[in-house]
């Protein structure tokens, strides 16, 4: 069964303190992966896709990585400002979009 | 560019009454727009699959009849929640393919609906 997992659920760290989040997933035939940030009351935007095994992408403090069976999202030095849930999709082969729980993530000044 | 929105961005309606929430794609056309629901500290829920001329496709388990889905331009989608009831009190969100790439979905701001 497709399945994208998170983790972790949340994540509280101090303004400069870099770490990265996960997400690992089991699908058939992956066409993409996405990484989206929702803030509070709003829809998700948009950040990344990664279509294959080894691609990196990079947005000012955030670097997306992707391996065979799960991606990363490092972020450099946070600031507040970074403080949102993150969450990952990934597209199986049959072009259906399995989103993961998100990780919600507090940068504390 | 690929900028999603939606209107009402906040609706509170009394029990048994319809509401339709839209979603327009304002800088380029959507053949395909999504319906999602999510609810409280969970991921995003897909609803349904709007094709723009056609019949939308629904997830299993949504009610086609309660949840109406028209999408009669590239740039306009409708979700009318007939006879709404408490329990569809959530936080709908619609999507849009860009167009630019195959697989990338740009978000409108989502409608909070409260219905008493």
């Known amino acids: 069964e497709d399945q994208v997992t998170q983790s972790p659920e949340a994540l509280r760290l101090q303004e400069g303190e870099s770490s990265s989040l996960n997400c690992s997933y089991t699908v058939s035939g992956l066409r993409g992966l996405f990484w989206y940030r929702q803030d509070p009351g709003k829809g998700p935007e948009f950040l990344f896709t990664l279509y294959s095994a080894g691609e990196e992408k990079e947005k000012e403090r955030l670097k997306a990585t992707l391996t065979k069976k799960e991606s990363f999202l490092h972020i450099t030095a946070p600031k507040p400002e970074d403080s949102a849930t993150y969450l990952c999709?990934?597209?199986?082969?049959?072009?259906?979009?399995?989103w993961g729980a998100g990780t919600k993530l507090i940068i504390k000044p | 560019g690929a900028v999603v929105s939606q209107h009402p961005s906040r609706v509170i309606c009394k029990s048994g009454t319809s509401v339709k929430i839209e979603c327009r794609s304002l800088?380029?056309?959507?053949?395909?727009m999504f319906w999602y629901r999510q609810f409280p500290k969970k991921s995003l829920m897909l609803m349904a699959t709007?094709?723009?001329?056609?019949?939308?496709?629904?997830e299993q388990g949504v009610e086609k009849d309660k949840f109406l889905i028209n999408h009669a331009s590239l740039t306009l989608s409708t979700l009318t929640v007939t006879s709404a009831h408490p329990e569809d009190s959530s936080f709908y969100i619609c999507?849009?393919?860009?167009?630019?790439?195959?697989?990338?979905?740009?978000f409108g701001p989502g409608t909070r609906l409260t219905v008493l």
């Open positions: 709007s094709n723009e001329g056609s019949k939308a496709t629904y």
């Open positions: 999507s849009a393919n860009s167009g630019r790439a195959l697989n990338e979905q740009f």
């Open positions: 999709a990934v597209q199986s082969g049959n072009y259906q979009l399995i």
């Open positions: 800088d380029f056309q959507a053949t395909t």
